[in-house]
């Protein structure tokens, strides 16, 4: 039903900010909510934040409160991850992923979401 693509990924230095993209396909933006999540070689994906259908709500895990912030615009089917002061243990594979709500709450864990975006590569150097 939706199609996820990421962008934004890079290099970048500790203490330096990225800013992800997630565009969405499909007519129906505005009835998904949204996560981001991160995979390091060797790592079980780990849950970074996830925002609700309308902005409402969002969760942010302990690792990224305070530095990163999930936000999304239903009017161009678009979902961010705004990444400040980077650390090396930042480094990872960012997915973005949807899954339909009914209501305004928000989902942290990647069995709770149905579509995935293909990831994209942020490396963090000291």
């Known amino acids: 039903q939706v199609q996820l693509v990421e962008s934004g990924g890079g290099s970048v230095q500790a203490g330096g900010s990225l800013r992800l993209s997630c565009a969405a396909s499909?007519?129906?933006?505005?009835?998904?909510?949204m996560g981001w999540f991160r995979q390091a070689p060797g790592k079980e994906r780990e849950f970074v934040a996830s925002?609700?259908?309308?902005?409402?709500?969002?969760v942010y895990s302990d690792s990224v409160k305070g530095r990163f912030t999930i936000s999304r615009d239903n009017a161009k089917n678009t979902a961010y991850l705004q990444m400040n002061s980077f650390k090396p243990d930042d480094t990872a594979v960012y997915y973005c992923?949807?899954?339909?709500?009914?209501?305004?709450?928000?989902?942290?864990?990647?069995?709770?979401?149905?579509?995935w975006g293909q990831g994209t590569q942020v490396s963090v150097s000291s």
């Open positions: 925002v609700s259908k309308g902005g409402g709500a969002t």
């Open positions: 992923a949807a899954d339909l709500a009914r209501y305004e709450i928000v989902k942290t864990r990647p069995s709770e979401y149905s579509y």
């Open positions: 499909g007519r129906t933006f505005n009835s998904y909510v």
